[in-house]
């Protein structure tokens, strides 16, 4: 799909026709959400900080149809995905079981914030890769839940409805992920970044024009697949909150730069790396946000080098592939290139001219492949809009 409200291509084309033949009934409406890339800002949202994503031109479109009683019956294209029938009355966050969780948990937050959802019939297609860093789930929930809210008449905001995918997340698919994905699917536009203040919940639009710059925003999925759920980003969360109440702040937000050396005398080596991170993570953002408004998008390559250097030394969440990506990328013309995403594993970003893009997609592959290592997959992603609805009465 190139843009929101097209359904002749994507994962929304033919999904009407699919919905009718699985189900023998024409859907109510088809919605999309996008997958999100983050510019900048990694691990700043459960620190109460700041970040920068922005949308991307690639979703999971939804078809759905609301039905008489309490049942709901599933489908998806996910790899390995069976269809499910459930009984919502009987439904706890704690019997959630594989992809549904996803579905079935926004529907779940949904009424524990007051809606009433009755049975539905949901037929689930995307185009985002599945743990490649590029918010996949949030695609799904942030889908589920514009779709939903919209069929239910629940009158839910685009943050609220940001707030209740983010609850499925954390509640019954278990990562505890903070804010940053769903609010990216929500309030996304084109050409634009989202800069979000994550104790506040103010979301502000910054232009992100890389057509009229001349580059063009390269994604290296790596194919190295993270989990959320278990691990190191639950680790780096528990690290954060333990030095946010050793240094007696609510959280890592309230430090700056000038705090770092009273923070280093009472912290671990370690940890003090950790909280190095977040804190010069959050002046970056700023910083970029100042650039994009005066400069525009060339001229914020040394923050993304700076970022990406700051996740593999002092947060450690890059890897070896992540490392050679943006290495390889920067050295074949890539004016800025960091790791996206929670780390360990998915996707790097590569701020790339357009003159430059083959030359860099070639270094690339030829790095992987000198290095013995999987295929990754290079594609350019632009700034769309947030979740929409893309048919239907
Ligand atoms: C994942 C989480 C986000 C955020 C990023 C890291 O994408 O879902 O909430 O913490 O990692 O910036």
Redesign the pocket.
Known sequence: MSRAGKIDTGPAAGLAAAFADRYGREPDGLWQGPGRV?LI??????NEGL?LPFAINRATAVAVGLREGRTARLASGFAGAEPVEVDLKAFRPETAEGWTAYPLGVAWALEQAGASIPGFDILIASDVPVGA?L?S??ALECAVATALAELTGAGLSRAELAAIG?RA?NEVVG?P?????QYASLLGAEGSAVFLDCRSGRAQLVPLTLEAAGLVCLVIDTRVVHA?ATGG?AAR?ASCLRAAEVLNVAALRDLSTADLARAERRLDEETFRRVRHIVTENDRVRRTVDLLRTDGPGAIGALLDASHRSMRDDFEISCPELDLAVETARAAGAIGARMT???FGGSAIALTPVDKEERVRAAVLDGFARGGLRTPEIFTVLPAAGAVRIAGP
């Open positions: 983050n800002g990694e691990h700043t949202d459960y970040v860093g918010s789930s949030a983010r997340e990562a992920t903070g804010m940053m994905d959320h980003y969360r995403g929670g780390g």
